[in-house]
C-alpha cells in the first residue's frame, strides 16, 4: 500500500480561511487611574508606530543587531526577561490585552513617573491585532519570533481565530530572516495536535525541535508555570525558516 494512504486525512478546517476580525478580551477589570495614565501617558513613547514598522530595526532607540518579535506576550515576563538577557536585540513585544500592557509597563514606570521614565531602549509595543504588524513589516525582518501559549480557541467552529494557522503560514515566513526562528509553546492537547497538523502540510519552515521540556534560552512564563502546576504537559516547537 503506497504511504500516502497510511496517512491520516486532512482535517477540513485547516482549509477554512482565518477570520479577518480580532477576537479576545481587550480589557478585563476596569482600569485604575494608575493604569489609565500608564495607557495614556507611557504606552504611547514606546508605541511602534505603522511607518517606522516599515523599517524596524531604525525605529528602536539604540542600535540593534537583530529584531525579534513576541505575539501575544501576556503580562509580559517573558519578554522583560528577553530585554533584560539582549540588550543589543530589539524587542517588539505585541499585546492587545489592555491589562496586561499596563502591568507590564508598571514594571518599568514608577508612580507619578508615567510621562517621563525611561523605558528600555531595545523595546517597542504593539497594542493591537499581530497579523496587521506581519503585514507591514518588511521581508526578511524578524530574526526570531515567539508565539507561548496562545489562546487555544479550543472548539472546532473557531479553529479560524488561531494564530497557527496554514493561511497565515506565508505571511509569518515573509517577514522572518532565512534560518530564523519560530518558537511555539501550547499546553492545550487540541492546539498541539493543530500545530502538528498543520506543521505536517507546509515547506516553509523545518522543524528543528519537538519537546515537553522548556528550551534553556527560552524564558519561562506564568502561563507555564500554571499548565504544570493543573498537570497539562507543555509541548515546545522550534522551527526554522527554510
Known amino acids: 500500500m503506497p504511504a500516502a494512504d497510511l496517512a491520516p486525512p486532512r482535517s477540513r478546517k485547516l482549509d477554512r480561511a482565518p477570520v479577518a476580525r ?4 481587550r480589557r478585563g477589570r476596569a482600569l485604575r ?26 525605529a528602536f532607540g539604540i542600535p540593534v543587531r537583530e529584531v525579534w518579535l513576541e505575539v501575544g506576550f501576556g503580562a509580559g515576563e517573558h519578554t522583560a526577561e528577553l530585554l533584560s538577557r539582549h540588550p543589543d536585540v530589539g524587542i517588539i513585544a505585541s499585546e492587545v490585552f489592555e491589562n496586561g500592557l499596563v502591568s507590564f509597563l508598571a514594571r518599568y514606570v514608577p508612580e507619578g513617573e508615567e510621562e517621563i521614565a525611561p523605558l528600555p531602549p531595545n523595546l517597542l509595543l504593539w497594542p493591537d491585532d499581530a497579523r496587521a504588524l506581519l503585514r507591514l513589516l518588511p521581508e526578511a525582518s524578524i530574526s526570531r519570533l515567539f508565539l507561548l501559549f496562545p489562546d487555544p ?16 503560514l506565508p505571511l509569518i515566513a515573509r517577514v522572518i530572516v532565512p534560518e530564523g526562528e519560530w518558537c511555539i509553546a501550547s499546553d492545550d492537547p487540541t492546539y498541539q495536535a493543530w500545530v502538528e ?4 502540510g507546509q515547506d516553509r519552515f523545518d522543524i528543528v525541535s519537538v519537546s515537553t521540556t522548556r528550551p534553556e534560552a527560552w524564558p519561562s512564563t506564568r502561563y507555564e508555570a500554571k499548565a504544570l502546576r493543573e498537570g497539562r504537559t507543555p509541548r515546545y516547537w522550534t522551527l526554522r525558516r527554510s
Do not use: I, M
Not at 163 to 168: E, K
Open 33 to 58: 487611574p494608575r493604569q489609565q495614565r500608564l495607557l495614556a501617558l507611557t504606552l504611547p513613547r514606546a508605541r511602534l508606530s505603522e511607518n517606522a514598522a516599515q523599517n524596524p530595526r531604525a
Open 197 to 200: 497538523e498543520t506543521l505536517a
Open 153 to 168: 480557541w479550543p472548539k472546532a467552529r473557531h479553529a479560524r481565530r488561531r494564530f497557527v494557522h496554514p493561511a497565515l
Open 22 to 25: 480580532l477576537y479576545g478580551r
